[in-house]
């Protein structure tokens, strides 16, 4: 079970610790997650070759799944290596990146929800849905236009990810024009962030792997650790976007590895915008 004890020098201790965060990404995005791995405190490492991942696995703090760029050959070893995570007690996030848009990605995640316990899962709402109902369809790895989170529906998504999470036993995070983070009958809503991020490629990649950071370093806490990786991606995301907001998303993505680079506990506790609720 993970607790509610806020850690107020989170930064401070993965700088201190430099947790290796095993990534199993999309070649999209890998370069950008690394970066922000590194711009963050941890010490990232690409990893993908089935007979290594255990090898590797040994020596990091965490793993994180992406499946952007899925393949049959990768998936033997992201299962290899979710399977042997769990059996050494390492922390998993999985982002089921584009889940809902074939039939291949759904029989992946459906084998994953199976065998293997993850401590977060992270997407976007229209992902998200498609883990509660798998006949779910949408184009792409975008969030449908259905599945926008507002005020008027806020309430009843927050009951639908807090029931996922008691059903797959992890933290559910959810990723929008606000975020949602659900551990059993513990949510927060977070309403850091700019909407200029959605037109990075893999900003969501990035909080993923950074996640994983974050995570690693406080295991017992693996609740408000999720919500400090958001956090901290939404506040990056709001200081990037103001100091490049008329030279373009180019610009806004390379500042964007900067602010993380800068980030500090103190500009977390200033700037995070986060409410906590209970479930009813």
Known sequence: MYNTCKNNEIIKNIRNKKPIVHCITNYVTANDCANAVLAIGGSPIMADEECEVEDILSLSSCLVINIGTINSNKIKAVLKACEFANKINKPIVLDPVGVSACAFRKDIIKELLDKVHFTVIKGNLTEINTLSNFAIKSGGVDVSKNDVITENNINDICKSVQKLSEKLDCIIAVTGEKDIVAYKNNIAVISNGVSAMSKITGTGCML??????????????????????????????????????????????????NQLSLFTDSILQEEKKVEYRKST
């Open 208 to 257: 993923s792997a950074i996640c994983g950071a974050f995570i690693s370093t406080d295991t017992n806490n693996a609740f408000e650790s999720t919500i400090s990786s958001i956090c901290c991606m939404g506040i990056c995301g709001q200081r990037a976007y103001s100091l490049t907001a008329e030279k373009g998303t180019g610009s806004m993505r390379v500042e964007l590895i």
